[in-house]
């Protein structure tokens, strides 16, 4: 899998695009569909569509707001979702985003299904449309390196070429989609990816990182093993998810400081 880093010199911040556009697998709602691989092409639509769906979020918060939690049907934050292209265009290109256009939507619905305060049902409305038009800016991004032949392509499962640092990385990529399939409400899905990171991945790292920290193995391996996998098919929310997925990350980039550490020392030794 590629990956680029890019720096947005008008808004400062650094954004990491995920590039492996794969062809044509299942999601929950159907194929991903030809439009992923002529982004730029599609680029008026997929704006067009996230329009729509933050008015349609409006007009939910709004009915919320004048007629209460029974007069407002929030499934349809999922069924809008899950209807436009945009959808496949963001899953395929940045994994983190999606994820949190997941807990953006969910996070409005709950809000709403639980009958709070209309000052927080708007911070959640809020957190979505963020991560709506960050989305959108991401697949511009990659439609601007598709057209130049950057993007495209299966994505890699030989991971033997990667350094400890990025598999690692690829790791903790893994986990992002996992959270983002348990929003879908795909929690089988979301479960393989755990257990195939853990068994492609990170099994790879274990013996150097036994030598250096053994508990911390012990940890991760009950995390991809146990702890995660019960969430993931538990009545766990997403945020709960979440926070599991947060520590092991943080376990995972104390992982990537001891591997550092070790290849530093074999290199001083050769």
């Known amino acids: 899998m590629s990956i680029l880093i890019i720096k947005d010199a008008t808004s400062k911040v650094i954004l990491l695009i995920f590039c492996s556009l794969v062809s044509f697998f299942a999601l929950a709602n159907g194929e991903i569909g030809d439009h992923v691989n002529d982004l730029q092409g599609h680029l008026n639509q997929y704006e067009e569509e996230v329009v729509w769906l933050l008015k349609e979020v ?16 929030t499934d ?9 292209d945009f959808h496949a265009a963001i899953e ?10 997941w807990q953006g939507i969910y996070g409005v619905k709950s809000s709403i299904d639980e009958g709070k305060e209309i000052a927080i049902v708007e911070q ?6 963020r991560a709506m038009w960050q989305a959108l800016g991401a697949v511009k991004l990659a ?3 598709q057209q130049e032949g950057l993007l495209g392509g299966q994505p890699t499962t030989d991971y033997t070429a990667l350094t400890s640092s990025e598999t690692l990385e690829e790791i903790k990529s893994s986990l992002d989609r996992s959270v983002a399939k348990f929003a879908e409400r795909l929690p089988e899905e979301a479960t393989d990816i755990v257990l195939n990171a853990y ?10 990182l036994i030598t250096k920290d053994a508990t911390l193995v012990e940890d991760l391996e009950k995390d991809f093993n146990v ?4 969430a993931l ?15 092991m990350k943080g376990k995972l980039d104390r992982s990537k400081v001891l591997l550092s550490e070790i290849d530093s020392a074999r290199r001083d030794v050769f």
């Open 58 to 73: 409006t007009k939910l918060t709004n009915h919320y707001q004048n007629k209460g939690t029974e007069a407002a049907v």
């Open 76 to 84: 349809v934050l999922i069924d809008n979702w899950e209807s436009v």
């Open 92 to 101: 395929t290109n940045y994994i983190q985003i999606y994820a949190s256009i």
């Open 124 to 129: 959640e409305q809020s957190n979505l449309e």
């Open 143 to 145: 439609a601007k390196y």
């Open 199 to 208: 068994l492609e991945l990170f099994e790879g790292l274990e013996g150097d």
């Open 227 to 230: 702890t995660l996998p019960q």
């Open 233 to 247: 098919n538990s009545s766990s929310t997403l945020s709960e998810v979440q926070t599991v997925v947060e520590s």
